[in-house]
């Protein structure tokens, strides 16, 4: 099933924060209303929602401007900069994913 509004909602953009150790995630779309878990590795990045049990790091993407920042990994370079799309075939209601290929 899929669970966008429109296109800005299919996906994420990557781009350099102020320090270089961050980058700045943004996405219109209303699955970041709330907290995140965000997991990533060279091929691609997660969002999941916490459970109510959850006790691991959350991230909180603002309201106004849909960004959140990340210091998990600009160094190591495993998150590319650029926009890419979210594979509705896999994401869920409550899990997003977006594989760090370019969108088309």
């Known amino acids: 099933m899929k669970y966008y509004n429109n296109d800005a909602d299919e996906s994420i953009k990557v781009t350099k924060a102020r320090n270089r150790s ?9 699955f970041f209303d709330g907290y995140v878990i965000i ?4 091929e691609m ?10 006790t691991g790091k959350q991230r909180k993407f603002n309201n106004k401007s ?9 160094k190591d370079q ?19 994913i977006a594989y760090f290929k370019p969108k088309e």
């Open 22 to 30: 961050e980058v700045q995630i943004s996405s219109n779309s209303v």
């Open 45 to 54: 990045i997660e969002f999941t929602k916490p459970t109510i049990d959850y």
């Open 66 to 74: 849909k960004i959140c920042l990340t210091a998990d990994s600009a």
């Open 78 to 96: 495993l998150v590319p900069l650029g926009t890419f799309a979210f594979d509705y075939l896999e994401s869920t209601e409550d899990y997003r």
């Open 39 to 42: 997991k990533h590795n060279h």
